[in-house]
């Protein structure tokens, strides 16, 4: 997202245990908004090595950091404790190494992360670089369009964005997509 609050959290909690559910891949939900971790908190476990830790204290086992969840096939990487060094150890080459061995150890596994603002810090910037895919959160009828274009110019470089429009409320619509936003209003 271009700002804090307009649901990433949220949307990369519901993408995960959307994708678990399906029991073909396993999830692993990556909490790497390092400055303000919320989704331990959200999901109920009680976290506190993770991500920062695993770059700071040159790689422990992950199996001692990849946390289960009660979804039996998601699990989850916590932020870990935070540094204020953060964005260079996300640019570190340590992160390529923790990248490298998540994809090995859990092949079956579909790795999401959830990130700082695109707009309030330049972890997320950092991060947008290691990814396969971006999808940013729009938060309806808040976030401007100058910065939707702003915090996507940030990630330019990277092929494919999809966009997510949070908080919206229920349209009002005519058509055969009636009730799913499509339509004339």
Not at 18 to 30: C, M, W
Not at 67 to 85: D, Q, V
Not at 142 to 149: F, G, N, Y
Request: net charge negative.
């Amino acid at each position: 997202s271009a700002f804090p609050g307009e649901g990433k959290s949220f949307c990369a909690i519901n993408l995960a245990m959307s994708i678990a559910a399906e029991r073909d891949h396993g999830v692993i939900l990556v909490d790497a908004d390092v400055a303000r971790p919320s989704i331990p908190r959200v999901l109920g476990i009680d976290a506190r090595a993770g991500l920062m830790d695993w770059l700071i204290d040159g790689a422990p086992d992950l199996s001692r950091l990849v946390l289960p969840t009660n979804i039996e096939t998601l699990s989850l990487l916590p932020a870990g404790r935070r540094h204020e060094h953060a964005t260079e150890l996300l640019a570190s080459e340590a992160m390529g190494r923790l990248l490298e061995q998540l994809s090995q150890r859990y092949p079956e596994c579909i790795i999401i992360f959830d990130s700082p603002p695109l707009l309030v810090t330049t972890e997320s910037r950092v991060l947008a670089s290691y990814m396969g895919q971006i999808v940013m959160v729009v938060e309806a009828g808040k976030t401007p369009r100058e910065a939707v274009r702003e915090a996507l110019a940030t990630i330019a470089a990277n092929e494919i964005i999809g966009l997510v429009l949070n908080k919206a409320e229920k349209m009002e619509t005519t058509g055969y997509y009636q009730g799913y936003g499509y339509g004339s209003t």
